[in-house]
């Protein structure tokens, strides 16, 4: 097989299993959609903080990737109010007590972004060598599996509906595909972004867990509450931490 057909294969698959995880969330009774909320605050974080800013800062130049990360926490807070300005100029008469999909299309904007990039690091991956692709796919796929679930909690936390959640993952899914064909051709012009994407990539995850989830957590300030949040939080954390060294421990 070609290294395209490669590509192809790896992003298709990739993109099927994502779906297929975020699919797990259809089952979930309703009660526990807002205790998985901090669940998908610790995978955000520790994907940000423990895969995706690493990353920025071993292959770009660290004040660039500061700078990207810095100025996609602007991006979003302002993509966040022009959100707000247009709800509250069209709804003025309504009061309604959820996000009205504020952190929801701040998530599939951020993870297609992500989902693009990881398309492109599948390509570069398989031009250097198929078992490297391999691995590298595995790897990704291994990593959006607890991510592409928190993703769906957060989308029905933010007012949508399953169906509506389940297709958004899917759409945002064939961004795999798009980065990896796209960076099998242009690769060259493409990577020399990819640190500053993927800053932009770390700000979303950052900020919608800092500014639009944890403040919902607040609301529920109870010892028994507090301690439930804080242990599911670090389970988020400990799951991408998990993932990262038993991927290590295949190289």
Same mark, same amino acid.
């Given at each position: 097989m070609t290294s395209l057909g490669w590509i192809i294969a790896a992003s298709f698959a990739g993109g099927v299993v994502s779906v297929g995880a975020a699919a797990l969330a259809l089952f979930l009774r309703a009660a526990w959609i807002s205790r998985l909320v901090s669940f998908a605050i610790g995978a955000l974080l520790g994907a940000a903080f423990l895969e995706v800013i690493p990353h920025a800062f071993e292959n770009g130049d660290p004040h660039a990737v500061a700078m990207s990360i810095l100025g996609g926490i602007l991006i979003f807070f302002l993509l966040e109010k022009l959100l707000l300005w247009r709800h509250s100029h069209d709804h003025d008469e309504h009061s309604h007590t959820h996000d009205h999909g504020r952190s929801g299309a701040l998530i599939v904007v951020g993870?297609? $972004?992500?989902? !693009? /990039?990881?398309?492109? %690091? $599948?390509?570069?991956? !398989?031009? &250097?060598?198929? &078992? %490297?692709? #391999?691995?590298? +796919? %595995? +790897? #990704? *796929?291994?990593?959006?599996?607890? &991510?592409?679930?928190?993703? !769906? *909690? #957060? /989308? /029905?936390?933010?007012?949508?509906s399953k169906l509506k959640a389940f297709v958004l993952n899917m759409l945002s899914s064939c961004a795999t595909l798009v980065g990896g064909v796209l960076g099998y051709f242009s690769l060259q012009v493409i990577a020399g972004w990819t640190p500053i994407l993927l800053g932009i990539v770390a700000a979303s995850m950052i900020y919608v867990a800092v500014a639009d989830l944890i403040p919902g957590l607040h609301r529920r300030p109870e010892l028994r509450a507090t301690l439930s949040q804080t242990v599911l939080i670090g389970l988020g954390i400990g799951v991408i931490a998990l993932v990262r060294v038993l991927l290590e421990g295949l190289h």
């Open positions: 993870d297609t $972004i992500h989902n !693009f /990039l990881d398309g492109i %690091l $599948i390509a570069a991956a !398989f031009l &250097q060598s198929t &078992q %490297l692709g #391999i691995i590298t +796919a %595995l +790897a #990704i *796929v291994a990593h959006e599996i607890p &991510q592409e679930v928190g993703d !769906f *909690v #957060i /989308l /029905l936390n933010s007012g949508y």
